[in-house]
């Protein structure tokens, strides 16, 4: 009697095993969302050795799959350019001649087509699990075609002006790629269960061959994908470096009006070891700090000069300069959308910054006894000072001010031996990456390059011959880790108060620890794909795929199964007793 209830017990277990039970409010959730179908005959199960859809959804698949890596791509390129968003408003500000942050705009419309997508392509993949035919609704192929023309437009008009940014994306899988890996494997490992329901439902070897040549191409890809992956930031224990130096761009710009005083007093309040600025010369020979050519973008002239607002900075005199206002812009554009989260104090003290002069900027550096490093420009033609720009403004360094020539990182290139001979104790620093016999015969000590041309090896290199490596402009955590990891001397950033708190580089980890989890990651993906696909081959080949012929028990309706059913019907005869232990349900044929 024991061993008839256990064997009654394990045939029931296969048996509920065997069944594919139709989740229906789930089906018809799922149909109605994906084609608007709410209605039960609306929606079909595919018979044995049929396709999932036939060729105008299978087009309409394929195009959401396309979308969907497309939409993903551009995100995940979008949202690691946030490091530049600032350079991209300013350039739009420029070509448009108003203000408005294009960049959030760009990053929310690419999270929303993504999210869409996405749904799309979980139902899909939900309704192959339910072995439901695809029947995608006409609205949602509109929205497919406008997410595809919106990431392919969207990704060449970018390439086009800001082709540099891919860099930056390269960056950015030096140190995400090991997640990255671990995401993708498990994607992977979850398609296993649709792409096993359909290959063994199959009859065409052919279209078996492109599924399972497919699937197992983009797997072994997955899982060999580490062997090529490089990351500065996985590294022994001991070896890290000491964190990069940070350098004021402009000053602390996030948290001031940039090159005004205030910013570079915030700037050295939050940590900044250096000073970067932009110097150009007033008509009257007062250099002043500018980046822009123009006054419009940072200074009220549109309200003080208004037929002049097209005017180089250089044209205008000292006097005219120091009348103007360059605060007030900081707090109704808000660049960084950080000035809302100033104090009282910190805003009335913002809307009153002025251009700051050259001096009085060294003159705070020397206070505070910070390096400085800035870029100078030529004044144009017909300037007073066009051919005299560097010789005023070494006067100011050597004359008008108190700072030390060692605390200068002389960049620009112009004249650099006359300004050698003149000044010797100046730092000078190069703003090109040049053969290195060339830097050595120009008295280099420094590198000051884009964060693009970052390299473990350029760093190490030059660091062999003395000469350190300054990057900018980095402002996010991940870049700043990136290139702590590589051995960066110094970083010139727009966020030194969100830098200058970080105590370890994020993605930081050890050979070992990388090697663990790459290897536990494709074992365990490994295991699961081959259970799924074990259990399917069991499955379906006792499974009857029969439109017409179906079996309705009290828990909903499942396929019927031949040789399964004859079994527990005979077990049910041998004795009531099992009968109820079991508790099979009253069956009824249609």
Known sequence: MASQLQFGRLRGLRAKLLRRYEHRPLVSCLSGLYGCRWRRYERSCTEPGE?????LEGVSFALLVVAFCLTLVFLYFWGQAKNDYNDFDWFNFGNLGFWFPWSVVLLVIAAAFFTYVTVLMLLAVCLLSEGQKL??????????????????GATAVLSDLWSKEWMTLLLSFQVTAPYLHVGGVLLATALAWPIALHFFRMNSRVRRALIIGVYLTILSALYLVPLGLYSPCIKEDGILGPAPTLIGHRGAPMLAPENTMMSFEKAVETGSEGLETDVTISSDGVPFLMHDHTLQRTTNIHEIFPNRTDDPAAMFTWAELESLNAGAWFLS?????????????????????????????????ARKDKQVIFDLYRPPR??????????????VIQNESS?????????????????????????????????????????????????SSMSTQLVSEYAAANITTN???ISQTWLYSLAWCSGVHSVTTNAPQLLSTMSAPLFLMSTDEYNLMWILTDLVSLVM??????????RERGLAFCSGSKITMDNGTYSKFKTEMSDIWSVSSVNSQAEKILNLPTVTEH
């Open 135 to 152: 029947y995608l609704h006409w609205s949602h192929k509109i929205g497919i075609l406008m997410s595809l023309i919106f990431s392919i």
């Open 382 to 395: 017909g300037h007073p000072y066009r051919d005299t720009w560097m010789q005023r403004t070494l006067e």
């Open 529 to 538: 794909i081959f259970i799924i696909f074990i259990f399917h081959w069991w």
């Open 333 to 365: 554009h808000d660049p960084f959308g950080t000035a809302s989260s100033l104090g009282a104090d910190d805003r009335l003290q913002a809307g009153k910054q002025s251009v700051c002069t050259l001096r009085a900027f060294l003159q705070l550096a």
């Open 403 to 451: 700072i030390h020539s060692s605390q200068v990182l002389w960049l620009p290139s112009d004249l650099r031996a006359l300004v050698q001979e003149m000044d010797p104790e100046l730092q000078q620093t190069s703003g090109s990456r040049l053969p290195l016999e060339e830097l050595q015969r120009n008295h280099i000590v420094k590198l000051n390059l884009h964060y």
């Open 51 to 55: 396709c999932c859809c036939n060729k």
């Open 471 to 473: 990057l900018y402009v």
